[in-house]
């Protein structure tokens, strides 16, 4: 079973930036497709981005294009989730999630498309 461990969560001013990691505990991970999702106080929880196991191929949501980048060090066991320009909309926990083998979505957007899930860490952003 794959352990997922996030980090770099915080408090930051609308309009910063902060780089969130999530370390997988086996090496088999580096196979697996890995996701961000976020779920905000009173709210579902909603695919941030994903990206495929080689890195090559990434998809965000609407609401996150052009301000967050995903990427991934297989060496490393570590995805990262680099956030620009946050905004107070953008505070939520955070979760990170080692993809199923197959993407029914193609994109990787959908939580039952991932077997394993960190615990999360949070993301404040203040006005």
């Known amino acids: 079973q794959v352990q997922l461990v996030e980090s770099g969560g915080g408090l930051v001013q609308a309009g910063g930036s902060l780089r969130l990691s999530c370390l997988a505990s086996?090496?088999?991970?580096?196979?697996?497709?890995m996701g961000w999702f976020r779920q905000a106080p009173g709210k579902e929880r909603e695919f941030v981005a994903a990206i495929s196991w080689s890195g090559g191929s990434t998809s965000y949501a609407d609401s996150v294009k052009g301000r967050f980048t995903i990427s991934r060090d297989n060496a490393k066991n570590t995805v990262y989730l680099q956030m620009n320009n946050l905004k107070p909309e953008d505070t939520a926990v955070y979760y990170c999630a080692a993809g199923r083998p197959i993407s029914y979505s193609g994109t990787y957007s959908r939580e039952y498309e991932y077997q394993y899930w960190g615990q999360g860490t949070q993301v404040t952003v203040s006005s």
């Open positions: 086996e090496r088999t991970w580096s196979t697996q497709a």
